[in-house]
Antibody, heavy 120, light 108 residues
Framework: QVQLVQSGAEVKKPGASVKLSCKAS????????IHWVRQAPGQGLEWMGI????????TYAQNLQGRVIMTRDTSTSTVYMDLNTLRFEDTAVYYC?????????????WGQGTMVAVSS | SYVVTQPPSMSEAPGKTARIPCGGNNIGGKSVHWYQQKPGQAPVVVIYYDSDRPPGIPERFSGSNSGNTATLTISRVEAGDEADYYCQVWDSNNDQYVFGPGTRVTVL
């Protein structure tokens, strides 16, 4: 079955970086985009960006430009999300989600989420 | 950037109909997707492209979109429908995806 499996929880200090992974299975990896969405405790969903694994193209949320990098490894069907210069307000559950190619599509499969806590 | 609005909460009695609005400037000209999120779980798409229902989603869930408001309708509300619901659109002007702030639906 189609699955996105994410890496485990992280605890980081302010100013550090975190790199999360999202491993896809059950479908042809390069045929679907991967989005990253985060959710701070008790808050709503925030879109962070998207990677097109086939073209290796990315688009990031405007408020995260310069702090986030999304990459992919087609040999392992894995997408990575690197967030640097962490702040307390980056504490959140981070989800990866699959999207069909093209704009304005719904996110049809989600990973289980990864908790990132930023604490001194 | 494109702004989407939702009421923070609403409640409905079992068996009744819940209508969850999602507001935005000429949102009727965009494709709206709806997600259900239960506590401790990842979101699940319940309506896509305004009114299409993915396999496995009950027919009680329906959607519409016109003018400045898109609406998710849950007919014959059940206790299991208690969740947060988020609408989502693509802001074509800025190539950004936008979620509404979410509506918590409580079943009385």
């Amino acid at each position: 079955q189609v699955q996105l499996v994410q890496s485990g929880a992280e605890v980081k200090k302010p100013g550090a970086s975190v790199k999360l992974s999202c491993k896809a299975s059950g479908y042809t990896f390069i045929n679907y985009y991967i989005h990253w969405v985060r959710q701070a405790p008790g808050q709503g969903l925030e879109w962070m960006g998207i990677i097109n694994p086939k073209a290796d193209r990315t688009t990031y949320a405007q408020n995260l430009q310069g702090r986030v990098i999304m990459t992919r490894d087609t040999s392992t069907s894995t997408v990575y999300m690197d967030l640097n210069t962490l702040r307390f307000e980056d504490t959140a559950v981070y989800y990866c989600a699959r999207g069909p190619p093209g704009a304005a599509k719904a996110f049809d499969v989600w990973g289980q989420g990864t908790m990132v806590a930023v604490s001194s | 950037s494109y702004v989407v609005t939702q009421p923070p909460s609403m409640s409905e009695a079992p068996g009744k109909t819940a209508r969850i609005p999602c507001g935005g400037n000429n949102i009727g000209g965009k494709s709206v997707h709806w997600y259900q999120q239960k506590p401790g779980q990842a979101p699940v798409v319940v309506i896509y492209y305004d009114s299409d229902r993915p396999p496995g989603i009950p027919e009680r869930f329906s959607g519409s979109n016109s003018g400045n408001t898109a609406t998710l309708t849950i007919s014959r509300v059940e206790a299991g429908d208690e969740a947060d619901y988020y609408c989502q659109v693509w802001d074509s002007n800025n190539d950004q995806y936008v979620f509404g702030p979410g509506t918590r639906v409580t079943v009385l």
